[in-house]
Structure formats: C-alpha cells, structure tokens
C-alpha cells in the first residue's frame, strides 16, 4: 500500500524568500506523483506532476519538484514567493492499478510581509 | 464556465435529513469521484465511477451513496445526515495521461449538519 508524509503542517515565509514544502511517501512499486494547492475558499488546482521522465518537473506560478527516487521524495520549491501564494499545498500519489490518488495531510503555506 | 460545477456551494442541514449534493461536468471524462475534506486529514475518498455503470466505494463510504446519472453527472447523498459528516466535499474528474490519472476538481460544497 502506498502512503504520503507531508511532513510540515505549516510553513511560514517571508515574501520573496524561497520556500521548500515536503513530501514523502512509501510505495513498493513505481508511482505518479502530484502537487495540488488550494487557495481559500477555493477547490484544488492541479500545480504540477510527476509522471516519467525528467526528474524536475517544473509546474504554474514558478514552482517545480523533483522526484528523488533513492529517498522516496517529492519536495515542492520556490525561489521566491509571493503572498498571492498563500494557499494550503497538497502532495498525492497514485501506483495502484485502479489509479486511486492517495493524499497528503497538506501544508498551509503562510507568506509573512 | 467552469468545468466541473457542484451544486449546492454551501449547505446548512439537520441531523436526520437527506442532503443530496449534486456534480456536473463538462470535461469530457469518464472517470468522477467523490472525496470529503477535514482540517488536517487531507483528502479521503468516499465514492468513484469509471463510467456509468461502474460505481466503487472508497475508503470512507458508510452513510453515503452516489448515482452516476450520466457521464457527466455524479450526485452524492446521504441518506440520514449525522453531525460529523460536516465537512468541505469535492467532486472531482480525471483523464488518462501517460499512465497515470491527472484528477480535476469542482469548487467544493461546504456542509455543515447541525
């Protein structure tokens, strides 16, 4: 079975610093990995995803991850933040042949002025 | 418009009563799920359908049931509504992309049951 660890509840920023926002997860077989971020009030929008290939998957709005097999990560960057990022960030994966997305706790990024 | 639509955007209900809440989409996918979101606990998916006449319980299905009217439509109900199904509920669709299911999200449906 898979699982997701996001491991900060929340992380918090000062504008324009650069944030990382973590993620692991377990799994015996190859996996697809996403993240997802949710304004307030607001549904999920889908940031960027992992599917093969490159290991830098660059997604909307400036972030990018990078899938680190060896340590099972997924680790969520940007260079500069901005308070328009304020928004709850969600990491999954999907492994499994009925290709169910097994979430994340989610990460509430707090962008201090 | 947007995509994948939810009707109603905020509920308010009794214990005891039947609360459907309803998805559309314009998409195009086959494939529509259901998941409730609590504080800290991320996503957790109650109901999924691959077309219409296949419907799957998720991880959380007891108290709810769904209907897959059609390919674009997928409503959720609860039969006799209890206070701890409150909670933020989203739809959500998917397409196959290389392997993988990329999931697209409706605006949510906030339900509080009083």
């Known amino acids: 079975a898979q699982s997701v660890t996001q491991l900060d509840s929340q992380v918090p920023v000062f504008e324009e610093a650069p944030v990382e926002l973590r993620c692991n997860y377990s799994?015996?077989?190859?996996?697809?990995l996403f993240w997802y971020v949710q304004y307030p009030n607001q549904g999920l929008q889908l940031l960027l995803k992992y599917l093969s290939g490159s290991t830098l998957v660059k997604g909307i709005n400036g972030f990018e991850a990078e899938f680190n097999k060896s340590q099972t990560s997924f680790h969520l960057r940007k260079p500069s933040v901005h308070i328009s990022d304020t928004a709850e960030y969600f990491c999954a994966v999907s492994a499994d042949s009925n290709y169910q997305l097994i979430w994340g706790a989610g990460t509430k990024l707090i962008i201090k002025p | 418009d947007a995509d994948v639509t939810q009707t109603p955007r905020n509920r308010i209900t009794k214990t005891g009563k039947r609360i459907m809440l309803e998805c559309s989409q314009t998409k195009g996918h086959d494939r529509m799920y259901w998941y409730r979101q609590d504080p800290g606990l991320g996503l957790r998916l109650i109901y999924y359908?691959?077309?219409?006449?296949?419907?799957n319980k998720g991880e959380i299905s007891d108290g709810y049931s769904v209907s897959r009217q059609a390919q674009a439509k997928f409503s959720l109900s609860l039969e006799s509504a209890i206070p701890n199904q409150t909670a933020l509920y989203f739809c959500a669709t998917s397409a196959w992309d290389r392997g993988a299911d990329t999931q697209y999200f409706g605006p949510g449906t906030r339900l509080t049951v009083l």
């Open positions: 799994s015996s077989v190859s996996v697809y």
């Open positions: 359908s691959f077309d219409v006449k296949d419907i």
